[in-house]
């Protein structure tokens, strides 16, 4: 079974300044997805950046740029230029590729981000 | 285009009833998948369902149940509710298999 891990429970930052929040994973697939979402305390969950797993190339989104070690099952998140609205609960999530696979994200516990102003 | 729907938005139920919760996903989309969300488990999937057909289920116990329309809304039942099912529940959907999914605002149920 698939685990993702996040190990900072709560992380802060300076707003205008960049952080970065951490995600390891388990798996032995070699094909799949990883996502990170935000989640507001209005508590809509927010797609914030993907990255397949085929794909050497790290995404990026605006200020959002992901991290991936394929080798070392590590998927970083990093905020640049923080803002007040960057806060919030941030998840790593994890979903299979496989052929007629299943929608079943699993998610890391997720870390708490506070911007300072 | 609207986004997600759940209904109700806050419920509380006691000990030992049944609840029923309700999702309508984004006009066009087939797939619709359902967390659980609480502070000790975090999220933790539930069910799956694409053109009215469960795909995959969770690690639940049999109280929790669901099912999808032909117009592709989902419903989940808990019977028998104990307080650890006290939790805020999601709803997702996306048009398709294997593509972007798009939270509701979730359902927070509380049993006392």
């Known amino acids: 079974a698939q685990t993702v891990t996040q190990s900072q429970p709560e992380m802060s930052v300076q707003e205008a300044e960049t952080v970065t929040l951490s995600c390891t994973y388990d798996t032995s697939e070699s094909d799949y997805y990883l996502f990170w979402y935000k989640q507001p305390p209005s508590r809509q969950m927010i797609l914030v950046i993907r990255q397949e797993a085929y794909k050497q190339q790290n995404a990026t989104e605006n200020r959002f740029s992901v991290n991936f070690q394929k080798a070392a099952k590590s998927f970083s998140l990093k905020i640049s230029d923080s803002q007040l609205g960057d806060a919030a609960m941030y998840f790593c999530a994890y979903r299979s590729f496989l052929q007629g696979g299943s929608e079943k994200l699993v998610f890391g516990k997720g870390t708490k981000l506070t911007v300072n102003p | 285009k609207a986004g997600v729907t759940q209904t109700p938005r806050y419920l509380i139920k006691t000990r030992g009833q049944q609840v029923t919760l309700s999702c309508s996903p984004i006009?066009?989309?087939?797939?619709v998948s359902w967390y659980q969300q609480t502070p000790g488990q975090g999220l933790q999937f539930l069910f799956e369902?694409?053109?009215?057909?469960?795909?995959n289920k969770g690690n639940f116990p049999g109280r929790f149940s669901g099912r999808q329309f032909s117009n592709s809304r989902s419903e989940m039942n808990v019977s028998t509710l104990e307080l650890g099912d006290s939790a805020l529940y999601l709803c997702a959907s996306s048009p398709q298999p294997r593509s972007e999914q798009f939270f509701g605002p979730g359902t927070r149920l509380t049993v006392l």
């Open positions: 369902y694409f053109s009215e057909t469960q795909r």
């Open positions: 006009s066009g989309h087939r797939s």
